[in-house]
T-cell receptor, first 113, second 111 residues
Framework: NAGVMQNPRHLVRRRGQEARLRCSPM?????VYWYRQLPEEGLKFMVY????????ESGMPKERFSAEFPKEGPSILRIQQVVRGDSAAYFC???????????FGDGTRLSIL | SQQGEEDPQALSIQEGENATMNCSYK?????LQWYRQNSGRGLVHLIL?????REKHSGRLRVTLDTSKKSSSLLITASRAADTASYFC???????????FGEGTQLTVNP
């Protein structure tokens, strides 16, 4: 059974470009979560999605960030007009249902030049 | 202090010793989960304890939960060098499904 798959593992962008991070949840999981981790810190919640629906986006910055989880295909976290402060590791997790363990991917490490 | 705060921040022990990490939180929770993270990798789920449970075991791991004190502990017995990692507690609040993580405990097990 494949775990949560994230790609790319590393992404380098220049300031002002767009970053697209992809996440394929574990088979049978319909709940997807995105978290951001700054160096030497814990993870901070960004957004929680179910298929085609955003359930909780209270951790998302109001501008430049968006997320989707279409009926077909992976979940996408999109960051427009990236700035240096967006440099971080972005982790995706999925779960079978609410109140069940969340299983994490290996993350995408985003570096902004 | 913030939700899901771990204590100590760093712990260094010898192989074979036990390691205990503590976590405190502030709000009402559905469950509390412990994760391990090796450097540069994702989080590995270790154990989930629900709010109506007091203790759980999994192999060399023992987790306790005291909801009256809003605290949890993770005990790793007979530690191994391979247990070296950062350990995070995360709480799922009753208000939603998101996890709130602490800053983690960096455990170093010396061979």
């Amino acid at each position: 059974n494949a775990g949560v798959m994230q790609n790319p593992r590393h992404l380098v962008r220049r300031r002002g470009q767009e970053a697209r991070l992809r996440c394929s949840p574990m088979k049978g999981h319909s709940h997807v979560y995105w978290y951001r981790q700054l160096p030497e810190e814990g993870l901070k919640f960004m957004v929680y999605l179910q298929k085609e629906n955003i359930i909780d986006e209270s951790g998302m910055p109001k501008e430049r960030f968006s997320a989707e989880f279409p009926k077909e295909g992976p979940s996408i976290l999109r960051i427009q007009q990236v700035v240096r402060g967006d440099s971080a590791a972005y982790f995706c997790a999925s779960s079978h249902a609410i109140r069940e363990p969340q299983h994490f991917g290996d993350g995408t490490r985003l570096s902004i030049l | 202090s913030q939700q899901g705060e771990e204590d100590p921040q760093a712990l260094s022990i010898q192989e074979g010793e036990n390691a205990t990490m503590n976590c405190s939180y502030k709000t009402s929770i559905n469950n509390l989960q412990w994760y391990r993270q090796n450097s540069g990798r994702g989080l590995v789920h270790l154990i989930l304890i629900r709010s109506n449970e007091r203790e759980k075991h999994s192999g060399r791991l023992r987790v306790t939960l005291d909801t009256s004190k809003k605290s949890s502990s993770l005990l790793i017995t007979a530690s191994r060098a391979a247990d070296t990692a950062s350990y995070f507690c995360a709480t799922e609040e009753t208000s939603g499904s998101r996890l709130t993580f602490g800053e983690g405990t960096q455990l170093t097990v010396n061979p």
